[in-house]
């Protein structure tokens, strides 16, 4: 069977594995990414593009039914020993945890690379597997089951966010390809091509992107003294202030450990006194002032303060399948979510394990379309339940933000004292096994609060701001052009 997957991301990676590993030569597999390859992505200076991500119980899991692949992964990274927190100007040590259940946090781009080394090094001369790097899925027809692609440029490479690279081995034009295949996986994250041609193929495809609003900038920092190297620390923002994380990361290849510092701001509360910053070397002063651990070199201070930020998306999809086009989506590219309970890699490796598991378990290719709609069955749920979780993190109000707050205390205190009775928060539920349908199912009153308040926080955002365009507009526009239909009702007209 030939297998097309677009995008050799985590999720992609893993189903190649799992495909080459125990498929006994049915299947052969092209894995086509748009990014270069991340063997040599590693061994440049690395960008503010390369974030740290951790990988929890779930994805163990996922990855272990690859012989010898959680090893070769654990060993680019960092196990956590325990979480800080930086709150109200303080930093608050909280006990090492129980070791074995914490996260590994890795560098993305490391991670990818250790999967496709072993990747390459146990298949790359069976015959079965063809790598396709700088290489943009365009377009996909899922009646005629083709898939066309784009080599591309050197400029264009989106892993280093339209940097120059040098050394990046593209062609002077770029070259048009097609492919056919018998079974696609659009891998391909966040913008997939894929769930695209899912929306004009199929009638029955819901889908449901949302803005979160919030922005995060990145910067990749050497260790500190005052922070231990195995620590997270959550930095808890002010509103209208900075916030956001710091995580050990493993950019080299050595696994030497760096700190992936990503901050962040909600939707409506950019940081004003951030953005006042003039200079790299101001940048640097105001952040170590701010943060008085931390220990930043100007260089990143200022390529902080100069980034295009980054913004979260959501990403809900009614069906993961498309029987008639052969084609399935996973991962991000299937639901993607803030980085708030740290679980969206995790939830893709279990999408790619569990189509794997039942890909494997096909007697004959007749049965694929059944196999298809029995993997959005058993996956569409969790990862609904996995973008909900991860909303039900961020309240927008600071009313629900401070209530939530205070249920988290009392739910910590709850459950130690009373374990069998009492569930743990979220964040910790979902580090574990748990299916996340379950972890909602139990917090489904404090989730599906929090869900209703963003969205009416969302609504009289958006109608403020379509107010303050519109009064914009007839500052500038002669009398009743700007307003329209809205200047001819009175009633409208008085809101705004
Ligand atoms: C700052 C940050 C921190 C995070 N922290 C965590 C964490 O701690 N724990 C956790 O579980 N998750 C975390 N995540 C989420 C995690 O990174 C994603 O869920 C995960 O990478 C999804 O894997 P994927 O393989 O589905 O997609 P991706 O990682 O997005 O990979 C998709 C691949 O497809 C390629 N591609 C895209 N379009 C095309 C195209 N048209 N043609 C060819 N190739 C294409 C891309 O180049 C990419 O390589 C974090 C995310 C961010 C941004």
């Known amino acids: ?53 951790g990988i929890s119980m779930r994805g163990r899991m996922a990855l272990k039914g690859v012989d010898g692949l959680w090893e070769a992964i654990k060993a680019r990274g960092v196990e956590i020993d325990h979480m800080n927190i930086f709150v109200m100007g303080r930093m608050i040590e909280r006990p090492p945890a129980n070791k074995g259940g914490q996260p590994v946090m890795t560098d993305r781009t490391s991670l990818c690379a250790a999967m496709l080394e072993l990747l390459v090094q146990r298949h790359g001369k069976s015959g079965l597997l063809s790598l396709h790097f700088l290489h943009k899925c365009t377009g996909v027809d899922l009646d005629k089951r083709i898939v066309t692609f784009s080599d591309v440029q050197e400029h264009e490479d989106i892993h280093n966010g339209g940097l120059k690279m040098p050394g990046n081995k593209a062609p002077e034009k770029p070259s048009q390809s097609v492919a056919t295949y018998d079974l696609l996986v659009g891998a391909d994250g966040v913008r997939s091509v894929v769930r695209a041609a899912f929306m004009q193929h199929l009638r029955s495809f819901d889908y449901e992107q949302r803005d979160l ?62 953005f006042a910053q003039k ?89 694929l379309p059944a196999v298809l709609e029995r993997f959005s069955a058993l996956r569409v749920l969790e990862g609904h339940a996995l973008v909900d979780l991860s909303e039900s993190q961020n309240p927008a109000s600071s009313a629900t933000g401070t209530l939530n707050s205070v249920r988290v205390i009392i739910q910590g205190l709850l459950r130690r004292f009373f374990p069998k009775w009492f569930a743990g928060p979220i964040i910790a539920m979902a580090a574990g096994l748990k299916p996340l349908t379950e972890i909602y199912a139990i917090h489904k009153a404090a989730v599906d609060s929090v869900l209703e308040g963003n969205r009416k926080h969302r609504t009289a955002l958006l109608e403020r701001r379509h107010r303050e365009k519109l009064q914009g507009l007839e500052a500038l526009l002669p009398n009743g052009t700007a307003s329209g239909h809205v200047a001819a009702d009175p009633g409208l007209k008085k809101t705004a």
């Not at 209208?240 to 950019?251: R, T, V």
Request: proline residues 8%.
């Open 1 to 53: 069977m030939d297998v097309v997957i677009i995008g050799a991301g985590p999720s992609g990676l893993l189903l190649a594995h799992y495909l080459l590993e125990k498929g006994a030569g049915r299947f052969r597999i092209s894995l086509n990414d748009a990014r270069e390859d991340p063997r040599i992505t590693i061994k440049r200076p690395p960008t503010a593009r390369r974030y740290s991500i």
């Open 213 to 274: 609003g919030s922005e995060l900038i990145i910067a990749n920092i050497p260790p500190m003294p005052a922070v231990p190297r195995d620590v997270v620390v959550m930095i808890g923002g002010k509103k209208g202030g900075l916030g956001g994380l710091m995580l050990p990361s493993a950019l080299s290849p050595d696994g030497e450990t760096s700190m992936c510092l990503i901050l962040k701001w909600a939707d409506g509360a950019r940081p004003a006194e951030w």
């Open 279 to 367: 200079s790299a070397a101001d940048a640097k002063r105001f952040l170590e002032r701010t943060f008085p651990w931390l220990q930043i070199p100007e260089e990143a201070a200022g390529s902080l303060l100069t980034q295009r930020p980054s913004k979260s998306m959501q990403i809900k999809c009614s069906q993961y399948h498309d029987s008639d086009g052969a084609a399935v989506i996973m991962g991000d590219a299937a639901h993607a979510s803030g980085p708030s309970i740290g679980q969206g890699v995790n939830t893709a490796f279990g999408d790619a394990a569990a189509l794997a598991s039942l890909l494997l378990k096909m007697g004959d290719p007749s049965e």
